[in-house]
């Protein structure tokens, strides 16, 4: 058996033809405004080809990629690192991992002892196809040499 993806539709041989109607996806960075279920749309703007369920649009075959920050692969996990603020964008919606690390404070002069520990934090969610913000703040700062 092919397949063959035509401008008016899909066509299966076997022995013979057949013809399925179906409609050629529409190409935009933006949803089509009055979509049929089973309509097709290849977002542009994230690169994923989407189905209309007749209530919201579902990514195809959704091979989950993000962008943004130091992004590293290990143990069948990616990382996205980030050391100073930047943007993280999702092309997809996928349940996710995260794992925030804060620094510490700075230490005070002279006798003023050391800065504070720094610590962490875990947690679960569900990303969707936007862009994050990240923040990363400066630090504590130590302070300066009395005199």
Known sequence: ?????????????????QTVAAAAPTFSGTAPSSPSEGD?????????????????????????NATGGEKT??????????????????QGSIAYQWLLVA?????????GGGGGAGGYITGTGNLTEQSYTIV?????TGAVKDS
């Open 1 to 17: 058996m092919s397949t063959t993806l035509t401008g008016t539709g899909v066509q299966f041989s076997n022995s013979s033809i």
């Open 40 to 64: 097709l749309w290849m977002d542009t703007s994230t690169h994923s080809l989407k189905v209309y369920d007749g209530t919201s649009w579902a990514v195809l075959n959704n091979p989950y």
């Open 73 to 90: 692969t290990a143990g069948g996990y990616t990382y996205h690192t980030f050391n100073s603020s930047g943007t993280f964008v999702s």
């Open 103 to 111: 620094g510490g404070g700075g230490g005070g002069a002279r006798h």
């Open 136 to 140: 990363i703040g400066g630090g504590g």
